[in-house]
C-alpha cells in the first residue's frame, strides 16, 4: 500500500521529529529512534533491514529577500542559480547561490507557477492579467510586453469539452500535457483522442521529464493528495502530498507533506511540513528532512537531480541541500 | 446610469427570472448542494445554472456568512472587482483569508471571468479555495490557486460597514521557551517571539505597534512590550520580541497569551502564549544559598539577602535601597574629593576653599581632606592635570584605590582616615615616650 496510515501517523511523526529535534537530517536517521515514523510495524521493520532509499545532506541557507521572505524556488536551466519569489509571491529574485544573494529583479509581478525561462535562461516570461505575456531579463529586469507570448511558450489549448484554455505542461512528437487551471483538469493528447488523467480539481501539475508520468495533487494545501498517473497503466494515489518535483531519471519525486493543526474551530492551519521522497515505480517512500522549526515546501530538484532548493515557510528563507539517491541508475538494492 | 442603479436593475431582473421562466437559470435559495442559509440582511439574488452552481452564487453566498453582509451586486464575475470598489469594499492584490478573489475574463478564467471564496492563503501567494462552476463540475468544489490566478485581486472583508485601507496581521513564526518547559518557583526567564508581519501596514513604535497581554498568566511580565525606537518591520519581515518573565510561585501548569495590538486601534494577528511547568523545587539559579523566591536578583551571586552591600549602583542586600550607608559626603562612591581653591565646597564638609591663601574658612583641622602636601596641586584653578579622578593622599596604613570604582568601604558620612588620623594625633606622644 502507497504510504498507507501517513494521515494517522503525522502527529505521532511529527512528535517523533521534535524529539529527534534535528536539522535536516539524513534518511538514514529513520534507523535510528526516528524509524518510528512509519507506523506499519512490519514495514517498520523491514525498512530497518534495506539501505536508506536517499538522503539529504544539511541544507545550506540562502539569505532572504529585500521583500521579507522567498518562496517558489526554480532553477535556472544551467542549474547555476534560482528564480524566487518575494512575500506572497509578489516580485522576482535572482539568487546567487555562490553568493547567497538574492537580488530584485522584478518588484510587482506575480509569476506563481507559471514561469517559463527563455531557453537561453537570460529571462523568463510570465502570464499577464490580460491573457498576454510579460519576458523579464534577469539581469537588468527589463520587462517586455507580448499581447500573446513569445515564440518558446507554448501556445495555450482548449480540451475537446473546455471552455477556458489549457495550458500545454509537456510536449512530445506525438503527445501533449494538458492543464486546464480553472477546472483543474489534466489530459494526455495524441493522434488518436484524448485522454482525462484527472477530471477535475488538480493542481500542482507536474510532468515527467520524458512525459510519461504525470503527477498532480488533488485538494486544499492542508489536506491535498497526490497522485501519480502513468501512461498505459494508471492512476495511484501516493497518500497526503503536495508540490511534486521530478528527479531527471522520471523515477523518484521529492515532495512536502504539510503538517496541519486545527487551531481553530472547523478551519486547519499549516504548522509545519517535512520534505519526502518517493520511487513511483516501487512506492517505497522515505522521509528526506526531520525538522520541528523549519516548515520545508515547495521542493525544486535541480535539472542534474543532485541538489534539492526548497522554501521555509516559517522563516522565510531559501534552503538548497545536496541529495542522494541510493538507485541513481535506476535500480535498487 | 450608476453601477448602484444597474446593480439594482440586475437584482429586479433575477426576481423576474424567478418568476417568469422557472427554467435552468434562476436565483435560487439552494445552488450547488448549498443553502442561503446565512443572516446577512439579504436573500442571495444571484442566479444558479439549475441546481448545478454558479461561481457568483457561491462567492455572494460566501461573502454573506463570512462577513454577515449581503453585497449590493451580482454580475458577471469579471467585473466584481470594480463593484467592490465602487461600493467603498477594500481590494488588493494578496490573498487572505475570508475574502472574494476575482479573475478577469481571459482564456485563464472564460470570458465571463471567475470569482470564489478564499479560506486561506499562504506564504507563496497560493490560496485555498471553495468555487462553484456555472456548467459544472457541479456542486462545490475545495481548489487550490496558484499565485497569480486572481489577476483581478481580492475583494476584503469590509469589516461592518467600515473600510480599513490599513490591515494589520502578524503570523507566528517561532519562540524560545517550548510549551511544557520546567522552572522552578519564582525562576526568571525570557520568552522570546518571533512575528510575521502579515498586513500591509508597517509596524513601528510610533505606529502605536506593540506586543501586549492577551489573558491568564501573566508571568510578572510588562503588560506591553514596545518596539525599539527606530525599528521597522515592513510587511513580510519578522521581529523577534523579547519579554523577561518570572514563573508563579506555586507549582503547576500556567499559560499566558500575547497579541500584537496597534494601541488605540485593536489587537490583531495570531494569539501566541507562553505555557510553563513549575516543578515543586526551590531554585538557586546562582548558587548563593538563597532560593528564587527570595532571592532578588538569582543569576547573580554576590547578590541576595544577608549580602554586604557595595557602593556599586546596585541593591547587593536585596533590602529595597541601593548604596545604603556605603555613599560619601557628596553621595557618591569612593572618597570626597580634594578640597581646591575654586570657590566651591569640593569636599562636601561645608566649607568653602578651606586652607587657601586669603580663604575664611581658614585652615582644616588636620582631616584627610586637607589640602596639605600633596605633591600634584598648585592651589590653582586646575584641580587635577589628569584624565580621571584625583588620587587622594594616603595616609600611614590607609591604601585608597580610586582607579577601580568603588572598593573602599565606609559608613556614616564621615571619612575613614579622619578617626585613624585623629587618633594617631593623639596617641602619637604616647607612642614617642614608649619609643623612647
Not at chain 1, 477530471?199 to 507536474?206: D, K, L
Not at chain 1, 508520468?213 to 497526503?240: K, M, N, Q, S
Not at chain 2, 546562582?286 to 552591600?309: I, K, L
Request: a negative charge.
Amino acid at each position: 500500500m502507497w504510504r498507507a496510515g501517513q494521515r494517522q501517523s503525522r502527529t505521532f511523526r511529527s512528535w517523533v521529529t521534535r524529539v529527534c529535534g534535528v536539522l535536516p537530517l539524513a534518511l538514514v536517521a529513520l534507523a535510528c529512534a526516528c524509524s518510528l515514523a512509519d507506523d506499519a510495524p512490519s514495514a517498520a521493520n523491514a525498512q530497518q533491514t534495506r539501505p536508506a532509499l536517499a538522503e539529504l545532506a544539511p541544507a545550506r541557507v540562502v539569505a532572504a529577500g529585500e521583500a521579507g521572505s522567498l518562496v517558489t524556488p526554480r532553477w535556472r536551466p544551467d542549474g547555476r542559480g534560482i528564480v524566487a519569489s518575494g512575500h506572497l509571491g509578489r516580485g522576482l529574485y535572482d539568487v546567487d547561490l555562490r553568493e547567497g544573494i538574492a537580488r530584485e529583479v522584478a518588484r510587482d509581478i506575480v509569476a506563481g507557477r507559471s514561469l517559463v525561462f527563455r531557453p537561453d535562461g537570460r529571462a523568463v516570461a510570465v502570464p499577464a492579467a490580460d491573457d498576454g505575456t510579460i519576458e523579464v531579463a534577469l539581469d537588468n529586469g527589463r520587462e517586455v510586453r507580448f499581447v500573446s507570448r513569445p515564440a518558446y511558450v507554448p501556445a495555450p489549448e482548449r480540451l475537446s469539452d473546455g471552455r477556458s484554455d489549457a495550458v500545454v505542461l509537456w510536449r512530445g512528437r506525438h503527445e501533449r500535457v494538458l492543464f486546464e487551471p480553472l477546472r483543474g483538469r489534466v489530459a494526455r493528447v495524441t493522434a488518436s483522442g484524448e485522454e482525462v488523467v484527472a477530471e477535475e480539481g488538480a493542481w500542482g501539475v507536474a510532468p515527467s521529464p520524458d512525459g510519461s508520468r504525470i503527477a498532480y495533487c488533488i485538494g486544499h494545501l492542508t489536506d491535498g493528495h497526490l497522485f501519480v498517473h502513468e501512461r498505459e497503466i494508471g492512476t495511484r494515489d501516493l497518500g497526503p502530498g503536495v508540490h511534486a518535483s521530478w528527479l531527471p531519471d522520471g523515477r523518484y519525486i521529492v515532495f512536502a507533506v504539510p503538517e496541519v493543526a486545527q487551531d481553530r474551530v472547523d478551519e486547519a492551519s499549516l504548522v509545519g511540513a517535512e520534505l519526502f521522497l518517493v520511487d513511483v515505480e516501487t512506492g517505497r517512500d522515505v522521509q528526506l528532512t526531520a525538522t520541528g522549526d523549519v516548515t520545508e515546501m515547495e521542493p525544486a530538484v535541480s535539472p542534474d537531480g543532485s541538489e534539492v532548493a526548497y522554501a521555509d515557510w516559517r522563516s522565510g528563507s531559501l534552503h538548497v541541500a545536496w541529495l542522494t539517491v541510493a538507485a541513481p541508475e535506476g535500480r535498487l538494492p | 446610469m450608476t453601477r448602484q442603479a444597474r446593480g439594482a436593475v440586475l437584482a429586479l431582473a433575477a426576481v423576474v427570472v424567478l418568476v417568469a421562466h422557472p427554467g435552468r437559470a434562476l436565483a435560487v435559495y439552494e445552488c450547488g448542494g448549498e443553502s442561503d442559509t446565512c443572516s446577512c440582511g439579504g436573500s442571495n439574488f444571484c442566479l444558479c445554472d439549475g441546481t448545478c452552481g454558479n461561481c457568483v452564487w457561491h462567492a455572494w453566498h460566501s461573502a454573506c456568512c463570512g462577513w454577515g453582509r449581503a453585497l449590493e451586486w451580482c454580475t458577471d464575475a469579471g467585473t466584481w472587482d470594480e463593484y467592490a470598489r465602487d461600493n467603498g469594499y477594500p481590494t488588493g492584490g494578496d490573498p487572505r483569508g475570508n475574502s472574494v478573489f476575482v479573475c478577469n475574463p481571459s482564456g485563464t478564467c472564460s470570458g465571463w471571468g471567475h470569482v470564489g471564496w478564499v479560506v486561506r492563503a499562504y506564504p507563496d501567494g497560493s490560496f485555498d479555495s471553495t468555487e462553484q462552476f456555472w456548467g459544472g463540475p457541479c456542486g462545490t468544489h475545495d481548489r487550490h490557486r496558484s499565485a497569480g490566478f486572481a489577476t483581478a485581486g481580492f475583494i476584503y472583508d469590509p469589516g461592518g460597514g467600515s473600510v480599513p485601507t490599513e490591515i494589520d496581521d502578524a503570523d507566528y513564526v517561532s519562540e524560545t521557551v517550548p510549551d511544557g518547559t520546567h522552572f522552578g518557583p519564582g525562576e526568571s526567564f525570557d520568552k522570546h517571539w518571533t512575528l510575521r508581519n502579515s498586513g500591509n501596514t508597517t509596524w513601528t513604535r510610533g505606529g502605536s505597534y506593540l506586543l501586549t497581554f492577551d489573558g491568564d498568566e501573566r508571568f510578572g511580565a510588562a503588560e506591553q512590550t514596545l518596539l525599539p525606537e527606530g525599528a521597522s518591520v515592513a510587511p513580510g519581515a519578522t521581529f523577534e520580541f523579547s519579554v523577561p518573565m518570572v514563573a508563579p510561585a506555586s507549582p503547576g501548569t500556567y499559560r499566558g497569551y500575547w497579541r500584537m495590538d496597534r494601541f488605540g486601534t485593536g489587537r490583531f494577528g495570531d494569539r501566541i502564549w507562553v505555557e510553563i511547568v513549575v516543578d515543586d523545587r526551590p531554585v538557586d539559579a546562582d548558587g548563593d544559598g538563597v532560593v528564587a523566591t527570595e532571592d532578588c536578583d538569582d543569576h547573580d551571586a554576590s547578590v541576595h539577602p544577608g549580602a554586604d552591600e557595595a557602593c556599586n549602583g546596585r541593591d547587593d542586600d536585596c533590602d529595597g535601597e541601593t548604596d545604603e550607608g556605603v555613599l560619601n559626603r557628596c553621595g557618591a562612591c569612593g572618597p570626597e574629593p580634594d578640597e581646591v581653591c575654586d570657590g566651591a565646597d569640593n569636599d562636601c564638609d561645608g566649607r568653602v576653599d578651606e586652607g587657601c591663601p586669603g580663604s575664611d574658612a581658614g585652615p582644616d583641622d588636620g582631616g584627610a581632606e586637607d589640602a596639605g602636601d600633596d605633591g600634584g596641586h598648585d592651589g590653582g584653578d586646575v584641580p587635577w592635570d589628569g584624565g580621571g579622578w584625583p588620587r587622594e593622599d594616603s595616609g600611614p596604613g590607609i591604601n585608597y584605590d580610586m582607579e577601580g570604582g568603588c572598593t573602599c568601604r565606609q559608613s556614616g558620612s564621615g571619612s575613614a582616615s579622619t578617626p585613624f588620623l585623629f587618633g594617631l594625633v593623639v596617641l602619637s606622644p604616647l607612642l614617642a615616650r614608649r619609643s623612647r
